[in-house]
């Protein structure tokens, strides 16, 4: 089945410096999706990248999408306390609906003041 | 607009109780999906459902049971629940691209 591996898995970071997480495939990817869940709370969706090469910014976010279709990364620039939280990277599987996603398992993200 | 919702948000069960989680949608969304999220796992899915009437498997289907109810609800049954289903259960549900979490329950099986 798809492997997803998502690097770090902790990241321990000074308010104001930079942040990047990185997602990893083992298969060709149609889209992936990118979530952030506060701790305590739920997944919420930020982001889907569709095409080769794709970058995508929010703000101070920056999401690109790998030239193969089989990484793709998520840049934090100048973080802030509301940056805390969990970042998965969700590939889906099909074009169709993206009726199912395969979850990596998160870069947790701790800001010290 | 609630979005998707979730009962109850926390539960405690001895093993070999029964329980059936709840889970509704109100924005008239066709796909809504369980997982289940252990520390360091990540979210897993256990079943989805593409559309009212149909259901599938996913990832870690075993020991669990689901119903959609109708377009708006999709429940998740524990029949003989066990220590290793100890986790926090997500409901999501999906119109065209990203999914909408339900708030979890978080169930603790002694």
């Known amino acids: 089945g798809q492997q997803v591996m998502q690097i770090p898995q902790y990241q321990h970071v000074q308010e104001g410096e930079d942040f990047t997480t990185y997602c990893n495939s083992s298969?060709?990817?149609?889209?992936i999706q990118w979530y952030k869940q506060r701790p305590g709370g739920h997944p919420v969706f930020l982001i889907q990248?569709?095409?080769?090469?794709e970058v995508k910014k929010q703000k101070r976010l920056t999401f690109q999408f790998g030239e193969a279709k089989k990484n793709s990364s998520l840049h934090i620039t100048a973080t802030q306390t509301t940056d805390v939280g969990t970042y998965f990277c969700?590939?889906?599987?099909?074009?169709?609906?993206?009726?199912?996603?395969?979850f990596g398992t998160g870069t947790r993200l701790t800001i010290i003041p | 607009n609630a979005g998707v919702t979730q009962t109850p948000k926390f539960q405690v069960l001895k093993t070999g109780q029964s329980m059936t989680l709840q889970c509704a949608q109100d924005?008239?969304?066709?796909?809504m999906y369980w997982y289940r999220q252990d520390p360091g796992m990540g979210l897993r899915l256990i079943y989805y459902?593409?559309?009212?009437?149909?259901?599938d498997k996913g990832e870690v289907p075993n020991g669990y049971k689901v119903s959609r109810l109708n377009k708006r609800e999709f429940s998740l049954r524990l029949e003989s629940a066990a220590p290793s289903q100890t986790s926090v259960y997500f409901c999501?549900?999906?119109?065209?691209?990203?999914?909408?979490f339900g708030p979890g329950t978080r169930l603790t099986v002694t």
């Open positions: 969700a590939p889906a599987i099909s074009n169709f609906g993206n009726e199912k996603l395969t």
């Open positions: 924005m008239n969304h066709n796909s």
């Open positions: 298969t060709t990817l149609s889209n």
């Open positions: 990248l569709v095409k080769s090469g």
């Open positions: 459902s593409a559309s009212e009437g149909t259901t």
């Open positions: 999501a549900s999906s119109g065209r691209n990203e999914q909408y």
